[in-house]
Nanobody, 121 residues
Framework: VQLVESGGGLVQAGGSLRLSCAAS????????MGWFRQAPGKEREFVAA????????YYADSVKGRFTISRDNAKNTVYLQMNSLKPEDTAVYYC???????????????WGQGTQVTVSS
């Protein structure tokens, strides 16, 4: 599965952004999808994940209530709606595909190139 993220940018604290991840390749709709992020000098961390059907979601505690993951299988696209952004949300955001919904990076076998999100205070 090939993944391409878009939608990152610079936003003020309290603002919103919507990231998109366009998927291509075989049977993309049967994959669980996840979003991860990596800030400078830190390890890549889990943000949110969604089952192939969209019926099950996982969120990191740090984004719960502010971020929403969703997918449109007809468009082979996964979204991450980010509201009430904070400076600590600044990172490169990656989407990834896995056979089953998971929160660990090693459960995912396809990754995008990442998109930068910068939140100013």
């Amino acid at each position: 599965v090939q993944l391409v993220e878009s939608g990152g940018g610079l936003v003020q604290a309290g603002g919103s952004l919507r990231l998109s991840c366009a998927a291509s390749g075989r049977t993309t709709s049967s994959y669980a999808m996840g979003w991860f992020r990596q800030a400078p000098g830190k390890e890549r961390e889990f943000v949110a994940a969604l089952s192939w059907s969209g019926g099950t979601t996982y969120y990191a505690d740090s984004v719960k209530g502010r971020f929403t993951i969703s997918r449109d299988n007809a468009k082979n696209t996964v979204y991450l709606q980010m509201n009430s952004l904070k400076p600590e949300d600044t990172a490169v955001y990656y989407c990834a595909a896995a056979p089953f919904i998971a929160a660990r990076t090693d459960e995912y076998d396809s990754w995008g190139q990442g998109t930068q999100v910068t939140v100013s205070s």
